[in-house]
């Protein structure tokens, strides 16, 4: 398994998310600023579906559309994947999978073609999404060619 995201990383994430949901009507700052720290993340982690051999990741459905649940931690993962009831009903360990940035971005993007709408973050805790087709931004505040 991958080394986990550090644990101030992601609180940093849970007081944007509190941002966010304080944030006035259409006011997109925290919004911005909790997905740069999606970015700032060495991995996205991902529930595992399928096969071992060709896992892909687990998505719910949404009124836009099919969308791929990020965690920022495996502990976030495998504690939704319980709590969504798609782990190990005794509680045991749930396949996981890591995919270091900035490539997680490129490996989410992929899923367009297979009609998926978008990416949600730590669902269902925080639950925040991005279409897939905004991806490029997020891409952009890592290469430093996006404002």
């Known amino acids: ?14 007081r944007l998310d509190q941002a966010v949901k304080a944030a ?35 998505a719910v459905a949404a009124g836009q559309g099919s969308m791929i649940c990020l965690y920022s ?25 890591g995919v270091p940035m900035p490539a997680a971005i490129d490996y989410v993007a992929s899923f367009g073609e297979a009609g998926v709408f978008g990416v949600t973050l730590d669902h269902p805790r925080i639950g925040h999404y991005i279409p897939l087709a905004n991806l490029g931004l997020l891409k952009g505040w890592i290469e430093g060619t996006a404002p």
């Open 73 to 97: 931690s495996a502990a976030r993962a495998n504690e939704a994947a319980l709590g969504l009831v798609v782990g190990d009903p005794d509680g045991g360990a749930v396949p996981l999978f």
């Open 24 to 58: 006035p009507a259409g006011d997109t700052t925290a919004q911005i600023a909790l997905w740069r720290q999606a970015t700032s993340l060495e991995h996205w982690f991902f529930i595992a579906r399928g096969p071992a051999d060709r896992p892909r990741p687990y």
């Open 1 to 14: 398994m991958t080394r986990d995201n550090s644990p101030e990383m992601v609180a940093e994430l849970d």
